[in-house]
């Protein structure tokens, strides 16, 4: 049992990282493009990314490509910008091609970030 909560708190965790990480790139781009209409950094925009990041962050714990977790992080980010495009995707609004590429540029920095550090907590491969 102390395993399974170990591999839980890790992987909650390593989510969160991930949200670090897709939460400063998110702001970068607006820094480099003003006109992204990026959102503030505010203690509301970024706690929810930490919550939501560290509970996609158990999709790590799935064994997919164990040993390998840039593409593991690539492919597990694949969910989250799925699920950004449509679950959580705001009613009625547009969605253009530079949106879509820029969910999944930045819910992959989110996957490899959370992933790399997923096998730092538990060594390699991750178990």
């Given at each position: ?6 591999r ?17 790139a ?27 990041g560290?509970i ?13 977790p ?6 597990i ?10 679950v ?18 930045f ?9 790399l ?8 491969g991750?178990?």
């Amino acid at each position: 049992m102390g395993n399974l909560i170990k591999r839980l708190s890790v992987a909650f965790a390593a989510g969160v990282v991930g949200a670090i990480a897709n939460s400063l790139a998110v702001q970068l781009g607006g820094m480099l493009k003003p006109s992204a209409g990026v959102p503030a950094f505010t203690p509301g925009w970024i706690y929810q990314r930490l919550v939501w990041g560290g509970i996609w962050g158990f999709l790590l714990l799935l064994p997919i490509l164990r040993g390998r977790p840039v593409l593991q992080g690539l492919v597990i980010g694949l969910a989250p910008a799925v699920a950004r495009l449509t679950v959580f995707a705001p009613a009625g609004a547009p969605t253009s091609v530079t949106t879509v590429v820029q969910v999944f540029v930045f819910n992959a920095i989110w996957g490899v970030a959370a992933a790399l550090w997923l096998r730092a907590a538990l060594g390699r491969g991750g178990r």
